[in-house]
């Protein structure tokens, strides 16, 4: 089976039965969201960055997650809307979902 959040030759796992949709809360969300948050122009950053918010929270490690998410979501912002994946609209509803509501409403205007 294709690990659920690691890029295989085909892409990232579609959700289905023994996917995302079935996998419980991540070890390492932390360092995953960490190593999203330095690629703003990327898809699957923006994507990796969401997942984690979707799912079971980790306590050690949902700070820091949330923490790189945010800074993910002002990097993609402020990147010319040329430029900017629509996958930082997927972040933003996941950081709103997540509670961190005061800044994906004031990313959702810029």
Known sequence: MVHPLRPHRRGLAAPGP???EDTPA???ADKVAERAAARPRSPDALFLAAHPLTRPAVPEYDA???RHARTL???AVALPYAERPPETEQLRRALVEASEVD???A???D
């Open 18 to 20: 023994g996917s995302t």
């Open 26 to 28: 991540q070890d390492n």
């Open 64 to 66: 820091d997650v949330r």
């Open 73 to 75: 979501l002002k990097a």
């Open 103 to 105: 800044l994906a409403q």
């Open 107 to 109: 990313t959702a205007t």
